[in-house]
Nanobody, 120 residues
Framework: QVQLVESGGGLVQAGGSLRLSCAVS????????MGWFRQAPGKERERVAS????????YYSDSVKGRFTISRDNAKNTVYLQMNLLKPEDTAVYYC?????????????WGQGTQVTVSS
C-alpha cells in the first residue's frame, strides 16, 4: 500500500519559515520523481516545486523561486520543502506527489495534504 504523509504545516506570520516533510512508503522511492503542489480556496492546484528521482534536477514555479527549496533524502524515503519569506498568498493546502521516473507522465500518488496559513 502506497502512502505519502505530509507534515510540518501550520500558521506562521508573513516573513516566517516552515519546513514541510513528506514521508513515503510502499514504493521504491529512489525511482520516483517527487513534487510539491498547493491549492488555495477557489484556485486551481499548482505545482510549486519538483525534484527528480536522483535529486539532480529541480523545478520551481515563478511564485516561489528564490524562497522555497525542495530536497530529498532517498535513505529516509522523504522529500522536503523549505519555505522561507512566506507571504499571505502562500496560504494553501500543500500536497506531495510521486511520479515514476520512466513510466508515468503524470503524478500518480498523492498525499492527504497539510494546511499552510500565512498571516499578514
Amino acid at each position: 500500500q502506497v502512502q505519502l504523509v505530509e507534515s510540518g504545516g501550520g500558521l506562521v506570520q508573513a516573513g516566517g519559515s516552515l519546513r514541510l516533510s513528506c514521508a513515503v512508503s510502499g514504493l521504491p522511492f529512489s525511482t520516483y520523481d517527487m513534487g510539491w503542489f498547493r491549492q488555495a480556496p477557489g484556485k486551481e492546484r499548482e505545482r510549486v516545486a519538483s525534484i527528480t528521482w536522483s535529486g539532480g534536477r529541480t523545478y520551481y514555479s515563478d511564485s516561489v523561486k528564490g524562497r522555497f527549496t525542495i530536497s530529498r533524502d532517498n535513505a529516509k524515503n522523504t522529500v522536503y520543502l523549505q519555505m522561507n519569506l512566506l507571504k499571505p498568498e502562500d496560504t494553501a493546502v500543500y500536497y506531495c506527489a510521486a511520479r515514476h521516473r520512466s513510466y508515468d507522465r503524470e503524478y500518480s500518488y498523492w498525499g492527504q495534504g497539510t494546511q499552510v496559513t500565512v498571516s499578514s
